[in-house]
């Protein structure tokens, strides 16, 4: 039996950071074994001050580069211009508690333009509608690298906290 014969998640964190004051990004590399892929299942952060941007909210990047959002986005705000306050949010619930979920497609929320999508994006690097027609699901490759990226607000950014990312395996 073979490690990739049952899915698993690894958590990334980012402990202690600047999210939403300054920009940050990591490298990592995917989990071994070739032709095997991954899937960003959930991204969790722990605001212990509260995010600010008064003409954009600071947010969280999974993508191919620290530019890229391929893999997954999350404006880390209540609306555009609003950031989080202290506590602690995960994207998942947020997304799969909100009006009209259906599944197979993957999970986002569009409360407000491009807040929340895991598990891909249109291809675009932005959200879709529910009333998309593809699935939106976008793998990130084993053995290569990936960046977890965290973009400052814009307008006098603030915040900090800890960041994790929920990244499962096959």
Same mark, same amino acid.
């Given at each position: ?26 490298s ?20 212990t ?8 909210v ?19 705000g209540?609306s555009a ?16 508690? %909100? $009006?009209?979920? #259906?599944? !197979?497609? =993957?999970?986002?929320?569009? &409360?407000? /333009?491009?807040? @929340? ?12 509608? %529910? $009333?998309?027609? #593809?699935? !939106?699901? =976008?793998?990130?490759?084993? &053995?290569? /690298?990936?960046? @977890? ?22």
């Open positions: 039996m073979g490690i990739y014969d049952n899915p698993r998640i690894e958590r990334y964190a980012v402990l202690g950071g600047t999210i939403g004051a300054t920009l940050f990004s990591r990592l590399i995917g989990a071994p074994g070739p032709g095997k892929k991954g899937i960003v299942r959930d991204i969790l952060v722990n605001v001050t509260a995010l600010v941007g008064t003409t954009s600071p947010e969280i990047r999974v993508g191919t580069a620290a530019s890229d959002n391929s893999f997954a986005r999350w404006l880390l209540t211009t609003v950031g989080l306050g202290l506590g602690t949010y995960r994207a998942r619930t947020l997304c799969t508690s %909100a $009006a009209n979920r #259906t599944g !197979g497609i =993957a999970m986002r929320l569009v &409360d407000f /333009a491009n807040h @929340i999508f895991l598990e891909g994006n249109n291809g675009a690097g932005t959200v879709s509608t %529910a $009333a998309d027609s #593809t699935t !939106g699901f =976008a793998y990130l490759p084993a &053995d290569t /690298a990936f960046f @977890i990226t965290g973009v400052a607000g814009v307008g006098s950014p603030a915040g900090a906290g800890d960041l994790y990312v929920d990244i499962e395996w096959w």
